[in-house]
């Protein structure tokens, strides 16, 4: 293909990814994909490599991307079959987040040119406490683990393996739609990519793939040969792991040399009790993004832009755990803090381009209970402070890195759900001060209108977010229950009339 050829072809197998989210969207239940928007869909080729993804959850994407080729190869595969899976150790995340994959054949293949893969958070999975986000120690205290299983065959629903899943629900009726939208959402991407096939011609097709593959690494090693050779160290700290065991270091080693970089996290901490712990998947998708961020803007998001990107973490350490250790906060918490150790190492190779630790936090917020007789289930993510950089301040009350849901509208929450927001605000001078000042976090008070379980899953309460070039430290976040203040995770009963405020970190400042 010439460029612009090229650049066409990027575009639409991009399209098939928006239009799926767009599917999704608008035909799921839950706040939690309909509001909130987390959500990610990607475009895979015959081995499982990344062809195109929207941009969408950046720790959902980067994971599938570096496990999915290990999902779809061992797979005897079938026209209209779709497959689930949410088993963190087998390239997901955490259990909340569950993916479904379709293969996409041409009118005559025997075997798949393409698979379609969206992942979606469920807030309720079936663990122990409401959210589905609990203080865990063990895999099996954070709800069902789905191994990669066929849940649509030939085209027909198997009911009765969906079911067992949505059985182990609090709302099945909610459980059951979200996934029918998962459903719908991979039809679409399949019939869009087999419209693309049947344009170019599944030869041409594949060929088309290569040649993107073969651009986005050019390009990955041009933005990345603009990083002096050498090692690049970073270290930072996790607050605790909700156990006691408190300030576990995680430690890299950027080695960089011809347009690739190799990531060694060896000195991190050997894998915990708690729940911060990640799968191997989580840490790449982590390392990914920052460096995505590096590369021309116009770098397509395929396998060949994360060649020349190595990564190694011990067996057994925080950022390669083995399983059955509890994930859930490794997903949400650990990846942020992967991205602020890689940002620091780089921070001494190209001070200019690298901004303050952002807030640091996926700050969550799970609960429910019943009320009227139903159960319920809430999760959020909210946002904070981002860093500031040499070319401008920080923003406020933002997500950053690896997440970009929305925040849950108050209009939809209240609707919803038992609970009264009382207060939702900019944290006013919680960002770092510098010549470039830090975003602002932000304060949100909830008011239960029920007896509920609450569950906080939060970082940066113990060690504040960075700045840099002599810029200082964002605030430390904050939780309350009532007038009483809370441990960064914990797990407790509230009663009715109850408040809990969470008050998000602030971003650090850049320059004196």
Not at 38 to 55: K, N
Not at 399 to 421: A, C, D, K, Y
Request: with cysteine; hydrophobic share 40%; charged share 20%.
């Amino acid at each position: 293909m010439d460029a612009i050829g090229l650049n066409i072809f990027a575009s639409r197998i991009t399209a098939v990814c928006d239009e799926m989210g767009a599917v999704l969207r608008r035909t799921a239940l839950s706040s939690n994909i309909k509001d909130r928007l987390d959500y990610s869909c990607a475009v895979f080729d015959a081995d499982g490599e990344l062809c195109a993804q929207a941009a969408h959850i950046p720790v959902h994407l980067g994971s599938m991307a570096y496990a999915m080729s290990a999902l779809v190869t061992h797979h005897d595969w079938r026209r209209d079959d779709m497959m689930i899976v949410n088993d963190p150790y087998l390239g997901g995340t955490h259990l909340p987040d569950v993916t479904l994959i379709a293969p996409v054949f041409t009118p005559r293949g025997r075997s798949p040119v393409a698979f379609v893969a969206n992942r979606a958070h469920h807030a309720d999975i079936g663990a122990a406490t409401p959210g589905s986000m609990p203080v865990s120690r063990h895999i099996d205290e954070e709800g069902l683990l789905i191994p990669p299983t066929v849940v649509v065959h030939g085209g027909r629903l198997d009911d009765a393996r969906l079911a067992a899943i949505t059985g182990a629900t609090r709302n099945v009726f909610l459980s059951y739609g979200d996934y029918a939208a998962q459903i719908s959402a991979n039809r679409s991407g399949v019939r869009r990519v087999m419209e693309l096939v049947s344009t170019t011609g599944a030869r041409r097709f594949r060929a088309a793939l290569a040649e993107l593959n073969d651009y986005g690494e050019r390009l990955a090693h041009i933005g990345l040969a603009a990083i002096p050779a050498g090692e690049y160290r970073g270290d930072d700290m996790m607050d605790d792991d909700g156990t006691g065991r408190t300030d576990v270091p995680i430690t890299v080693t950027l080695r960089v040399r011809d347009g690739a970089v190799y990531c060694d996290f060896s000195g991190t901490a050997p894998q915990v009790d708690g729940n911060i712990n990640c799968p191997l998947s989580v840490a790449a998708a982590a390392v990914f993004y920052v460096f995505r961020c590096l590369m021309p803007e116009n770098t397509p998001a395929c396998a060949g832009s994360l060649r020349p990107i190595g990564i190694h973490a011990p067996p057994g350490s925080l950022l390669n755990a083995r399983s059955p250790a509890a994930v859930a906060a490794g997903n949400v918490e650990t990846s942020t803090r992967i991205v602020d150790v890689v940002m620091k190492a780089l921070a001494l190779a190209i001070p200019g381009r690298i901004p303050a630790a952002s807030h640091g936090s996926m700050n969550n917020v799970a609960m429910g209970g019943h009320h009227g007789g139903y159960a319920w289930d809430y999760y959020e993510t909210l946002g904070g402070g981002m860093g500031a950089g040499p070319d401008g301040g920080g923003l406020s009350a933002v997500q950053t890195h690896m997440t970009n849901t929305r925040n849950t509208p108050i209009e939809s929450l209240e609707m919803h759900f038992p609970v009264r927001v009382r207060r939702y605000e900019i944290r006013r001078g919680s960002g770092g001060e510098g010549r470039r000042r830090g975003g602002d976090g932000v304060v949100r008070e909830y008011e239960l209108l029920t007896p509920a379980t609450v569950t906080l899953l939060t970082e940066r309460r113990r060690h504040a977010p960075w700045g840099l070039a002599g810029g200082g430290p964002g605030a430390r976040g904050l939780n309350r229950h009532n007038a009483i203040s809370l441990p960064s995770k914990v797990c407790f009963q509230a009663k009715f009339a109850d408040r809990i405020v969470v008050q998000t970190p602030g971003g650090g400042g850049w320059g004196r």
